[in-house]
């Protein structure tokens, strides 16, 4: 008769893990998952973006950088709802940060610069027509 050994218990975390799990005999799997990120890498490399440019950013003593970081979460929150995100919220969040700190809409326009689709595209015009509704205020 075989001795049975028992294999000891694993954690698998990380950002975007893709992988497999086996498991046999009388072995418990619980598998949580969480949406951390945006479903698209577009809109995953334009908050990166802006985060680092959050950060890297100098003191603005009309801005404080944790208002500021409050905003952009507030927005990347909404958009990885995609097509299920309020877009009035999302255009009114956004001119708030243009009239906060342009240079940051700067780069959430540069990011989206190249082709971009599905709700993407949809968060683009967002972006054009709040920074269009600021310069007209």
């Not at 893990?17 to 890498?41: M, R």
């Not at 995100?85 to 700190?101: C, R």
């Amino acid at each position: 008769m075989k001795k049975k050994t028992q294999e000891p218990s694993i954690s698998i975390t990380g950002e975007n893990v893709i992988g497999t799990i086996n498991a046999g005999g009388n072995a418990n799997v619980k598998i949580t998952q969480k949406i951390i990120h945006q479903a698209t890498p577009e809109l995953n490399t334009l908050f990166k973006s802006v985060h680092k440019k959050v950060k890297s950013r100098r003191q603005d003593p009309k801005v404080d950088k944790v208002k500021l970081t409050a905003q952009v979460n507030r927005i990347e929150k909404e958009t990885a709802k995609g097509k299920e995100a309020d877009k009035d919220k999302l255009e009114g969040w956004i001119m708030k940060l243009e009239n906060m700190a342009p240079d940051i809409v700067d780069v959430m326009l540069a990011s989206l610069g190249g082709p971009v689709a599905g709700f993407t595209a949809a968060f683009k015009k967002i972006v054009e027509r709040a920074r269009k509704s600021t310069a007209g205020a």
